[in-house]
């Protein structure tokens, strides 16, 4: 099988992991496993009374949510079938290393990811959800989709062809573009970490106030060493709104930049296919807008929730499409 060929079949599960992932972190089933890679020391989940009675005797801190630990297990093992999809990629990229354009730097650069990936999910567990490691498992994910689609589109037959024009200043602003959603998918990460979606309960104002009382040096502090329990948070109100109120200014400079972008490609006379990207671009964009203010009118529904990070890994791959097509017509 050809990379593009398990690329193919490797995305729908770099998606699908995302999703899961989100709705492990809403639904507060991050340590529905207190171990790893197992769960109380199964490859599944104790259910009969005798299995759950051991694995409580075992974790005496962390009594058994059967729900909470297959919603947790069920991410652990699409995240393993991604894994070795990916490790398939690599193989195939290594035995054809030889070749023109084998594509055997993105391939190991994607291997190693998602063993780092591993790592980080690990941490995620014996750190006690550590919200810089939630973050960068949640950037990891984002990456993982990104690169594999890359390697679609590069294995794609329509993958050069698209019109020069003005393709230079369209391109450097789509890496400004994706560059932004990257940060504001970090804020995210670090919003849902913290427990501090719902800090601000009402919108536009937070709190009844523009600009209510915030903690931004409490709100930012990356690492506060192990043995600390960050499941529910630990962080009081004005930290939390500190960083509530940063993700809403984030969203605003998404607006301003892809908005923009979006713009700027629908006037693009030139391909078609660039219109159609910017057009996708500008509606995602306001799809995760208005899902975004509906996790706050709605008090964080989790189907509005999980959403709000689907529709944010299909931005991407939408500009990751925009920019891998001017790319190559800069060329």
Sequence with gaps: ????????LATPFALLVIVLGAFVRLSDAGLGCPDWPGCYGRIDVPQSAEQIEKANAAFPDRPVDVAKAWIEMIHRYAAAALGLLILAIGAVAWRRRGERDALLVPSL???ALVLFQGLLGMWTVTWQLKPVVVMAHLLGGFGTLALLWWLILRRSPSASGWAAGASGTLYRWTLVGLAVVVVQVALGGWTSANYAALAC???PACQRQWWPEMDFAEAFVMWRGLGVNYEYGVLDNAARTAIHMTHRLGAVAVLLSVGWLSLRALRFAADSRVRVAGAAVGGLMLVQMGLGVANVWFYLPISTAVGHN????ML??????????LRRARK
Excluded: E, K, S, W
Aim: charged fraction near 10%.
């Design 310 to 313: 689907a529709c944010a890994a």
């Design 316 to 325: 991407i791959l939408a500009l990751v499409t925009l920019g891998h097509g």
């Design 109 to 111: 650069a994607l291997v």
């Design 201 to 203: 309960p009402d919108f």
């Design 1 to 8: 099988m050809n990379i593009r060929r398990l690329a193919l």
